[in-house]
């Protein structure tokens, strides 16, 4: 039988190559977002694609999604907490604290209510499987991202947690973190560096790519396919891991 698989933030950027990844692998698939034109767009494109406007950040609108997707699939096997957002770029004396708790209210408290609920039903697969998008982020300390970054860390200690916790249940759970990925949301972080450090676009994102090997930003496709190969038999052995996908970026401790 298919996989049945909810992913959160899937009507753009990785998210949606996530779902479009999924659903070509045969697996059955639900996503949910905020932008309700962007999941008709996706819907149109997949056939059999499920999807549900939901706020992560509203614990209502999660605990109304979760079993609306479990029965829609008719029943859960993979969960890809994937929502996330950026928040602004300032200096922690500088950063606005509503923002800071916009941020962590959907980037960590929308993924443990998202997973929290979700547990029972992955108890029931016969092979769970919860992915949790972090980021570089959540391996280095980048100035002026603070949010952000405590977020991303939590998301990693998060993921321990739950690899530990569930491991009894045949649940695994793995972390992915991408660094540059190609796409609107890295570009309005280096204007966001940009218009900080006084130099060009173009200048934040050399200097961004100097200390990869790789010099280049990350296809979200590639996180896709991770992804799906996380969720299947051939990472059946792989639990409570951080999985870098970032072109091999290094940076001082």
Known sequence: MSQ????TAGASGIGREIARAFAAAGARVFVVDLDADGLAVLADEIPGLRTAVCD?????DVERMVPQAVEALG?????????????PTAPVEEYDPDAWDEVVQVNL???FNTTRLAIPHL???SAGVIIIMSSMAGRFGYP?????????WGLIGLTKTLAQELGAFGIRANAILPGCVAGPRIEKVFEGRASLSGRSVEE???DALSNQSLQRLVDPRDVAALAVYLASDAAKSISG????????TQQAS
Not at 56 to 60: D, K, M, V
Not at 79 to 84: D, R
């Open 123 to 125: 108890k029931k697969s």
């Open 241 to 248: 891991q951080m999985l870098p996908i970032d072109n091999d």
């Open 75 to 87: 029943g859960l096997d993979v969960l890809v907490n994937n929502a996330g957002i950026a928040g």
């Open 4 to 7: 049945g698989v909810l992913v």
């Open 109 to 111: 408290t929308g993924t």
């Open 144 to 152: 002026n991202r603070s949010a952000y970054c405590a977020t991303k």
């Open 56 to 60: 992560l950040s509203r614990r209502a």
């Open 204 to 206: 934040e994102i050399s």
